[in-house]
């Protein structure tokens, strides 16, 4: 059974930072493509950023810069560190595992196939 488990959102003041963690257990993240994705009430889940195989990132425009993703295949982890966090980051915030490349279409739901249930950051102004 594949389990993505999310872990580190809280709530914090803006200008802060928060650092999200993502285990995998049934499931080797090693060779695939691996996105976080946040959802905010009333909104459309959009890509946050994704990091590669080979471990080259990916980010949404609103992000770059104050965010950074990481993997640890070893521990078969991958990592969000948020800093410098705005009210407008507030969601809740998804990991997803994709047996395809990034690539182009890494902000693309559909081409995920294992979510995990999510973890809530609230940042607060």
């Known amino acids: 059974q594949v389990q993505l488990v999310e872990s580190g959102g809280g709530s914090v003041q803006a200008g802060g930072s928060l650092r999200l963690s993502c285990t995998a257990s049934?499931?080797?993240?090693?060779?695939?493509?691996m996105g976080w994705f946040r959802q905010a009430p009333g909104k459309e889940r959009e890509g946050v950023g994704a990091?590669?195989?080979?471990?080259?990132?990916f980010y949404h425009d609103s992000v770059a810069g104050r965010f950074a993703i990481s993997r640890d295949n070893a521990k078969n982890a991958v990592y969000l560190q948020m800093n410098n966090l705005k009210p407008e980051d507030t969601a809740m915030y998804y990991c997803a595992a994709s047996a395809g490349l990034c690539g182009r279409t890494w902000s693309t739901s559909a081409k995920y196939n294992y979510w995990g249930q999510g973890t809530q950051v609230t940042v607060s102004s």
């Open positions: 049934g499931y080797s993240i090693s060779g695939n493509c």
């Open positions: 990091v590669s195989a080979g471990g080259s990132p």
